[in-house]
């Protein structure tokens, strides 16, 4: 499990299929870890990560 310095996480999971969407999306999916429909991942929660999943927050849902 990743953890920032204030130890918080997010978990996002993929829930719609990225098949086609743009190129940069899928990309977004594919650098959180996100392989197949319904995985879960955690990040620590960064100003970067939140960036990625504003990106593609049509595609996932997210738990903190």
């Known amino acids: 499990m990743a953890k ?3 130890g918080k ?3 996002v999971t993929l829930v719609r299929s990225p ?3 743009p190129k940069p999306q ?3 999916v594919k650098a959180l870890g996100l ?4 995985q879960t991942v955690e990040h620590a929660d960064t100003p970067a990560l939140r960036g990625m ?3 593609v927050v049509h595609l996932i ?3 903190e």
Not at 35 to 38: E, V
């Open 4 to 6: 920032s310095a204030s």
């Open 9 to 11: 996480t997010i978990k």
């Open 19 to 21: 098949i086609g969407y």
């Open 26 to 28: 899928k990309a977004t």
């Open 35 to 38: 392989r197949r429909l319904h």
């Open 53 to 55: 999943l504003a990106k």
């Open 61 to 63: 849902r997210v738990e």
